[in-house]
Structure formats: C-alpha cells, structure tokens
C-alpha cells in the first residue's frame, strides 16, 4: 500500500514570498490533516479535512494560511506571505475516517527554512 | 502549561538497555497515542491505547487513565531504536476530537 506523499521535501525562501505544499493521502482515506511542527516542537494541527469539507482550522493564521482539498484527494497547503517564524515541518497525515477510531498515517513532510 | 507533559526530553542509553519514557497529561481523554519519528523522516504510529497495556515485539505501552499517565517501554534496547517518541492525546473540543501532541523524547541508543 502506498503511503501518504508529499513535496516537496525541502523548501527554502525569503521572508515575504509565498510557498505551496501538496499532500497526496493513502487511496480511500477521508480524512486529511495538515501540521506544522516547530523544531524541538510536538506537531500541531493546522487543518482538518473530512472528504472535501473543512472539519477543523481553529489554528491555521488564516490571514497568511490557506488550504484546499479540491475533489476530496489531494490537498495543497499555501504561505502567503511566508514569516520567518513560518520555519517548520509540514506534515500531512490522512486517515478512514475521523481520528476518533482510526489510525492515522503521516507523510515524510515538507521542510521549510525561511530566510 | 503544555496539555501533554513528556519527560525525560533527552535519553541516551546503552544498547540492551531498558527504557522507560512517560507521559502526564491534563485533559479528560478517548484515547493516547505513541508515535516515533526518525530523523528527516515521517511519523510512525507504535500504539493507540485507552486502557491497560499493549504490546508490539520489544515495545510496550501502558496507560492509567485515573493518574492521567502512561508510559512507553522498550526492551534490550537497540541503535535503532533512536528517534523521537511522541506522546499525542485524543480529546474532544467542542464537537471535533482532536490529537495534542507532547513535544517529544529525543531516545539515543550507542552500541
């Protein structure tokens, strides 16, 4: 079974430019989250996703974060404009169903250095 | 004050050694998690457990759910056993279950 994919893996840019990630989830999975995980940090949920809908973004900075999960596969996770304090891990992780019940199975993640 | 508490943050052993790393924390929960993460690398799930104890080969994970504790063990530890385990908890806020994470125990093991 193919794992959840990301890229890409690593990304460097200046503070003020924007970046996007793309997340593809483990076929069937309707569940999609994306975290960011600070270094030295837990991660942290920033969105949600249940099929195409957004179930959870109470942590995304929605005035530099956006996020689509367009036909309820993939997703892409944009910056824009990107802070330094925006450095960080992206994780993506999908999972069956809700996190209630189910397993949830994490990406490799996306690397961003701003500069 | 972190919802989910780890300790130690660093632990170095000697391969074969017995590892203990803990886990308090302060909310109401469904369930805990266990992950490790390698370096560079994702995020692997070791164990989900509400109750009681599970076992997985040389790992074990045990939870109280009235002290609001469990712990992950590792038996005759091995170099690749190194990575980061992180404790996540399963609540509830609002009408959307959520995982919070600890922010993790860096495990060293030297040959």
């Known amino acids: 079974e193919a794992g959840v994919a990301q890229s890409p893996r690593y990304k460097i840019i200046e503070k003020r430019q924007s970046v996007a990630f793309w997340c593809n989830p483990i076929?069937?999975?309707?569940?999609l989250y994306w975290y960011q995980q600070i270094l030295g940090q837990g991660p942290k949920l920033l969105i949600q996703f249940q099929n195409n809908g957004v179930v959870d973004d109470s942590q995304l900075p929605k005035d530099r974060f956006s996020a689509e999960r367009l036909k309820g596969v993939d997703s892409t996770l944009k910056i824009q404009p990107a802070k330094l304090e925006d450095s960080a891990v992206y994780l993506c992780?999908?999972?069956?169903?809700?996190?209630?019940?189910?397993?949830?199975?994490f990406g490799p993640g996306t690397r961003l250095t701003v500069l | 004050k972190n919802e989910v508490e780890q300790s130690p943050q660093n632990l170095t052993a000697q391969e074969g050694e017995f590892i203990t790393i803990n886990c308090s924390y302060s909310v109401g929960i469904s369930a805990l998690h266990w992950l490790q993460q390698h370096p560079g690398g994702g995020i692997v799930s070791l164990f989900m457990l509400s109750s009681g104890k599970k076992k997985h080969g040389r790992l074990i994970a045990t939870i109280n759910i009235q002290e609001k504790h469990s712990s992950l063990h590792i038996t005759a530890s091995h170099p690749r056993d190194s990575a980061v385990y992180i404790c996540a908890v399963l609540n509830s806020g609002g009408s959307n279950y959520k995982l919070t994470f600890g922010k993790g125990t860096l495990l060293t093991v030297n040959p």
């Open positions: 992780a999908s999972s069956v169903m809700g996190v209630l019940f189910t397993e949830q199975f």
């Open positions: 076929s069937g999975h309707a569940t």
